[in-house]
């Protein structure tokens, strides 16, 4: 055109390249023939309606595909960095994060298959541990740690610091030992 644009699919390019489709699921695509390696871009109708990203290796398998709907991934076999161009794990991300989340039952931090067990913000300068949606642990922003339920522990535990015992105090045992020096 005369303001050195094409257009596919109409007279008036809005950009340098600008693909006009009438149809569902067309679009643009570039592809290595002989490898199966593609990219496309793409429209998609339809109750989960929107734009596509779609990126194939040689393979022909999508290895990167980003939606404006429904689940996107990325599946390269390689790192994955943010703010970082050589990560060295699945995922690195060099920089603060943020997650919300400020609930035992929907914890900021969760694992594959139990989202109600993880971490969370407990509020300013605190953080706070779930399982099966209850609070199990609180730290503050004094490194005080507060347990939500009785503590069971299997193997000698040992604080250093000070210790307060709200309740009753049960020691079973065959040497029951009281330093003090007061």
Request: proline fraction near 2%; aromatic fraction near 6%; glycine fraction near 14%.
């Amino acid at each position: 055109s005369s303001n050195n644009r094409v257009g596919i699919g109409t007279s008036a390019p809005g950009q340098i390249l600008h693909v006009a489709t009438p149809n569902d699921g067309e679009g643009i695509k570039a592809e290595n023939t002989s490898t199966g390696a593609a990219f496309e871009a793409k429209y998609i109708s339809g109750a989960n309606n929107g734009y596509q990203l779609k990126m194939d290796d040689n393979n022909n398998s999508t290895t990167i595909f980003l939606r404006s709907y429904g689940n996107s991934y990325f599946n390269t076999g390689g790192n994955v960095g943010i703010g970082t161009t050589t990560p060295s794990t699945l995922l690195e991300v060099a920089g603060a994060t943020s997650a919300t989340g400020t609930t035992a039952g929907a914890p900021a931090f969760t694992f594959v298959g139990d989202t109600d067990t993880g971490m969370y913000s407990g509020g300013a300068n605190a953080i706070k541990f779930s399982t099966g949606g209850s609070l199990a642990v609180t730290i503050d922003s004094s490194r005080n740690v507060t347990l939500a339920q009785a503590l069971s522990v299997g193997t000698n535990l040992s604080v250093s610091g000070d210790a307060t015992i709200t309740g009753d105090l049960t020691v079973n045992g065959t040497t029951t030992t009281l330093n003090t020096t007061n």
